[in-house]
């Protein structure tokens, strides 16, 4: 028999590009024919080894979306009120936020925004200040000899080949990397801190 989300009610799930546990909490469910239909999930600023305890409900803070080229915003939608299987009720508690929102989706989700976003805020915030800015800029660089946008975002070294990967901090959006060679200072150059995984040769690298 499906069980059905109430308002306040905070789920922990599993999530496995984190490999953490996050939690979302429902703030209002909407009923159709007299039956629970929607519920509205708000993604949760938490991340733990373990699932979350209901001692630790009173701390919860809604998570913002804003990495990259989102421009900040509470990160929830409307799913069915069924709760899929994996998502654990921890308890309780008053909505954290009255607002509403007419995105729906088809699940209660996979969990990729929000580790994209944990993962943003892992990034030093004066590199994201840096990215927001030049995100919106019409600035032009310098690179390799040539000008670009300072808002680039993918680069190739068979198109735009460089000698010292120093220079790739001229593009502070720059959030794909193709390369066909090895370059000076590829490492001391911090690009690999912020990727997903170290760059290998002819390989396409992205940072979030």
Known sequence: MPM???AGDVYCVYNFRLKQYTACQVTRVEEHGGKKAYATLLALDWQGNKPLGA????DLKPLYKDFMYWERGLHMYKASAVVPTGYVRVGNTAPLVGEDTQRYASFWGDGYDVYRQLRWQQIPEKQRKAFKKA????????????????????L????????DAMELKAFPCLSSLFLTKWHKNLYDSGLTKTSTALPRLS???TIL
Not at 55 to 58: H, N, T
Not at 135 to 154: D, L, P
């Open 4 to 6: 059905y989300a109430d």
């Open 156 to 163: 190739s070294d068979v198109w735009d080949d460089f000698e």
């Open 135 to 154: 995100a919106k800029s019409k600035k032009t660089v310098m690179f390799a000899g040539r000008e670009y946008g300072i808002s680039k975002q993918n």
């Open 55 to 58: 001692a630790e409900l009173a």
């Open 203 to 205: 390989s396409k690298r």
